[in-house]
Structures are given as C-alpha cells and as structure tokens.
C-alpha cells in the first residue's frame, strides 16, 4: 500500500516538474512571431477539455470494535490503497477581466471509481470494495497569468467546484453522499499553436464535505453496519492532468 501511495506520489511530482519546466520562460531566448496575438483580448473565450484523473478518499477511521458471537473482537479499518485513472470531458467558458485575470466556468463529468480496502486490526485485509463515482460538477475558478512570453504564457487557478455523484450505488459497505463541493487549486500553460491553443493543466480539488453516509437505513444486511461504524469521517480528493482547446 505505501509503495502504491510512493509510486503516486512520484508520477505526480514528476508531472509537475516536466510542468514547470515547460512553462518558465527563459530570458536570454529571443523574441519570437506570436501565434494568434489577439486571441486573449476576447470578452469570452470557449472551448471543450479532456484529461485523466485520479479519485480518493482521505478517511477517519475510530477503530470500532465489533463482538462476534463467541465473543471475538474485531476491529475494522479503511483506507484507499490503490488508485485507477478515470478520465474527464468538458467544456470552458472564460471570462476576461483584466489582463492577468479571468473568471472560468467548466462544466464537466468525471468517469471514476476508487477500490476501498478494510483491514482488521492485524492489518490483513478482509474485503474490498468498488466505489465507483460519475460526478457532474461544475467549476467557478479565477486564473491568473503571467505576463505572455512568445507562444506560452504560465497561470495559477483557484476556485470552487460543486459536484454530483450521479452513480450511488446502495446496499454496499459504505454509502457516500450524492453532493459534494470541492476547494481547486492548479496550475498550467497556455500554448498558442498556429490554429488553437492548448492549454496543459494540473489540478489538486480537495472536499469539503464529509461524505460517509453513518445513518444507513438502506442496509437489509445489518452484519454490513460494522464498515460505517467504523468510519468516523471520509473526505473526497481528486487529482486532474486535464487538456483544454480553445
């Protein structure tokens, strides 16, 4: 589990490395012909996305104890110990409100899903569960960007993102609520080509709300309760390499 978290945890910094260095500008370069100069002075610019993401699930876990009937104890634990890309498809909407600043609207749906183990408490695990999710949300994110060298200009965004699971599946081990919002925060480029611009982005979205549903009255199957007991709390996290063409 830990090598699977390390393993993330390089492909990401890796990504932002490869980034950063494809969007600082160097200043000894010379100055070059400017695809499209005009293209950022529009009131409005539109455009569609797609990218690839990965889903988590950050738990509390307060380590209920569960006695069997000869009077064993148990007790359970969560946790998300692997992660499956899934992949996202939107549109964009930009506003322009000021040279370095502009307001963005994105709709977008999120095809994912999450395996979610339980341990007991000698760190075996016993059962696995697929969460699968279908989010429509729908970002408000303010951009900031640097000053346009040649055919790139970096940016900051930051916003706040809605969301719906559209797939809530019942009578499983847990139950996450269907709305969510999401705190966003990224960076990317925008590469002015001959015909379009592409514009790279990585993007960390953290939730706010606690999605573990504790009052199950959906369950026929009570011996299923111990997996809810056991949470305390879970929190939605998303990690989004996305691709926008304007």
């Not at 183990?117 to 989010?135: C, E, L, M, N, P």
């Not at 970002?139 to 940016?155: C, E, I």
């Not at 019942?170 to 001959?194: H, S, T």
Request: proline fraction near 4%; glycine fraction near 6%; charged fraction near 20%.
């Amino acid at each position: 589990m830990m090598k699977q978290r390390l393993s993330s945890f390089s492909a990401l910094l890796l990504a932002v490395l490869v980034l950063v260095c494809q969007t600082m500008p160097a200043h000894s370069q010379e100055r070059k012909v400017q695809n499209r100069p005009y293209i950022d002075m529009r009131a409005w610019h539109y455009g569609f996305l797609f990218g690839m993401h990965t889903q988590d699930i950050e738990f509390v876990n307060k380590g209920f104890i569960n006695t069997l009937e000869d009077g064993t104890e148990e007790s359970w634990y969560a946790d998300v110990a692997s992660y499956t890309p899934g992949f996202s498809v939107g549109v964009l909407g930009e506003a322009r409100l000021n040279t370095y600043f502009s307001f963005r609207v994105i709709p977008s749906m999120h095809f994912g899903d999450k395996t979610v183990s339980y341990f007991d408490q000698f760190g075996k695990v016993r059962v696995q569960q697929a969460v699968k999710s279908t989010y429509l949300s729908v970002p408000l994110d303010v951009k900031y960007a640097a000053q346009r060298f040649n055919n790139y200009r970096p940016y900051l965004v930051a916003g706040l993102s809605p969301a719906m699971d559209l797939t809530i599946k019942k009578q499983k081990e847990i139950l996450v609520q269907r709305f969510d919002c999401y705190v966003e925060v990224g960076m990317g480029c925008d590469f002015y080509l001959p015909f379009f611009k592409l514009i790279p982005e990585l993007k960390f979205c953290f939730g706010l709300r606690d999605i573990i549903v504790q009052n199950r009255q959906d369950l026929i199957d009570k011996n299923l309760l111990k997996y809810t007991q056991s949470l305390s709390s879970g929190y939605s996290k998303m990690m989004m390499l996305t691709f926008y063409f304007e």
